[in-house]
């Protein structure tokens, strides 16, 4: 399994963890986010917003990857050994066939958030390789945009990782024209904050 999606992950990103809020952090000079709706309302509210917020990400998201890339959806599920509680599993929440990937140790990877817990922490994340087709993934969006779930997509062949959140998109694009040109092309989806948060 070469071409598995942690193999990829760690020839391409080594050292990083595949957890969405940690991009940020790792990857700030190729960083950029955009919020779902205007003046920066975090949730949608009528079936208008939700079409908005879908009719924007699928059009930015298509920017970024191109129709019919070949990409991963990456999922987790966060657990201890006295805690590892189903309901909060978000392969039971999406449609997708997941691929369990390896647990990763929380615990060991960044010590200094565990230093008092008397027990390891764990994050096994879950993928699929699927085809970008618009459209064709508004159910994951909507859930990740109503904070049922959260992913990402990531193209290895593009370089490009979208990791949608509840209020928007975080975008990290190593090409420094591609990121260039999506941020001037939406430059009024940006936040107006000095940090672009």
């Known amino acids: 399994m070469t071409n598995s999606f942690i193999n990829q992950w760690k020839f391409f990103y080594p050292n990083k963890l595949p957890i969405s809020h940690c991009f940020r952090q790792y990857f700030s000079q190729f960083w950029f986010r955009i919020h779902s709706l205007p003046e920066s309302k975090r949730y949608a509210d009528t079936p208008a917003e939700y079409e908005l917020l879908l009719n924007r990400h699928n059009q930015i998201i298509d920017d970024c990857f191109d ?4 990409i991963f959806i990456v999922t987790g ?3 201890s050994q006295s805690d590892n509680n189903k309901i909060y599993d978000p392969t039971l ?3 997708y066939e997941f691929h369990p990937e390896k647990e990763i140790n929380l ?4 010590p200094e958030n565990y230093d008092d817990d008397e027990e390891d922490h764990f994050y096994r994340p879950y993928s699929i390789n699927e085809i970008w087709k618009k459209n064709e993934h508004n159910d994951l969006l909507k859930k990740i945009a109503d904070d049922e779930v959260r992913a990402f997509m990531i193209s290895f062949e593009q370089n490009i990782i979208i990791a949608p959140y509840d209020g928007g998109i975080d975008f990290i694009i190593f090409n420094d024209a591609k990121r260039n040109e999506l941020i001037n092309k939406y430059k009024d989806w940006l936040s107006p904050r000095a940090d672009g948060l």
């Open 77 to 79: 599920h966060y657990f």
């Open 67 to 70: 129709s019919n890339a070949s």
């Open 107 to 110: 615990t060991q990877a960044n």
């Open 93 to 95: 929440r999406l449609k």
